[in-house]
């Protein structure tokens, strides 16, 4: 049995649906690993990172389009104080 179902590959989905570690993440903001934890525990408005397993070890990712809507917002409160 064959899937007729067209592939996706990560390169193609779009922005909203893709997700980045939380290295990346530190790298794209320029932020250190501990700043992000401050903004996950100071912000309510920050993304919640997902985690596809229980382990504390587990890989954090951040869903981009949830990311770039955040600093949207933030760009946007800069610029109406």
């Known amino acids: 049995m064959t899937n007729n179902t067209p592939h996706q590959s990560i390169e193609t989905l779009p922005q909203d649906q893709k997700l980045i570690t939380k290295p ?21 408005s920050f993304p919640r ?4 397993s229980d382990s504390q070890q587990a890989t954090c990712y951040f869903p981009v389009g949830e990311v770039n809507a955040w600093l949207e917002a933030k760009l946007a409160e800069r610029g109406a104080a």
């Not at 794209?28 to 934890?37: E, F, K, P, V, Y």
């Open 24 to 44: 990346n993440l530190c790298r794209a903001l320029d932020m250190t690993r501990s700043g992000i934890d401050k903004l996950l525990k100071n912000d309510p």
């Open 49 to 52: 990172p997902l985690k596809f």
